[in-house]
């Protein structure tokens, strides 16, 4: 069964179109990149896709089961988790505390043992006492992700988990959400580096102005410089 399926989605602010009829799906164990420029709707489809927008059209189906119409938090117990771009974290809680919180999204699951979310973010539990506002950005991006993860997720979107951090942390946390890939859990990952998005998924969908601009896979497309076509239109 196909974890996610996505089909004619549109999403709208008022009268302007931030996603145009767009379709895509993610197999099982696989990391789907999905690429375009600033301003492109990659956010917009995600945040449509995990209920936090509302979707003028389209279907998304999660393992066969329709969740077009579903709130955000309904979503999130059927077992889709997201990951936003700004984290959104309460930076009063501890690390711990906001691990524990989240817990109970995983309803009908078993959350994941915060022991497995320290063995995959060791400076998480050197940090449990800290509070979330206090941590670094990779810090930060380490604990959002970490708290999807205690919902014990079966599908994880990620929308740009790179952005604004140091190199060496970006490694780490490659390293990471390949880790996660690996274990069965499928990734929808919004990204704008095609290194970054190769390094994690075999396969891309790029768009441009709302629209699907180019599907295939990562090492095609970055043989073809398909990036550079859809992002800057050059051929």
């Known amino acids: 069964m196909i974890p996610l399926r996505v089909t004619g ?17 993610i197999a099982a164990g696989e990391a789907l990149a999905l690429l375009g ?8 489809a995600v945040e449509a896709i995990a209920g936090l927008l509302p979707k003028r059209a389209g279907r998304v189906e999660l393992f066969g089961e329709d969740i ?19 984290r959104e974290l309460f930076p009063t809680f501890s690390v711990e505390e906001t ?3 989240a817990t109970g999204a ?18 998480l539990e050197e940090r449990r006492g800290q509070l979330a506002g206090s941590l670094s950005g990779g810090e930060q991006q380490m604990l959002a992700i970490g708290r999807a993860l205690v919902t014990n997720p079966r599908l994880l979107l990620l929308d740009e988990p790179s952005a604004g951090l140091a190199q060496g942390i970006t490694r780490s946390l490659i390293q990471a959400i390949i880790r996660i890939r690996d274990s069965g859990v499928p990734i929808l990952l919004v990204e704008q580096n095609m290194e970054i998005a190769r390094a994690i998924g075999s396969r891309c969908t790029m768009l ?28």
């Open 106 to 123: 995983a309803q009908g699951r078993s959350p994941k043992p915060l022991e497995e979310i320290y063995a995959l973010f060791p400076v």
């Open 37 to 44: 420029p600033n301003g492109a709707g990659k956010t917009s």
């Open 9 to 25: 989605l549109t999403v709208s602010y008022g009268r302007v179109a931030a996603v145009r009829d767009l379709d895509l799906n």
């Open 208 to 235: 441009a102005a709302g629209s699907l601009a180019w599907e295939g896979t990562m090492d095609e497309a970055i043989a073809r410089n398909e990036a550079a076509r859809v992002y800057f239109g050059t051929h």
């Open 99 to 101: 691990l524990v919180a």
């Open 68 to 86: 077009s119409g579903l709130t955000a938090s309904a979503i999130v117990r059927k077992g889709l988790a997201l990951v936003p771009q700004w």
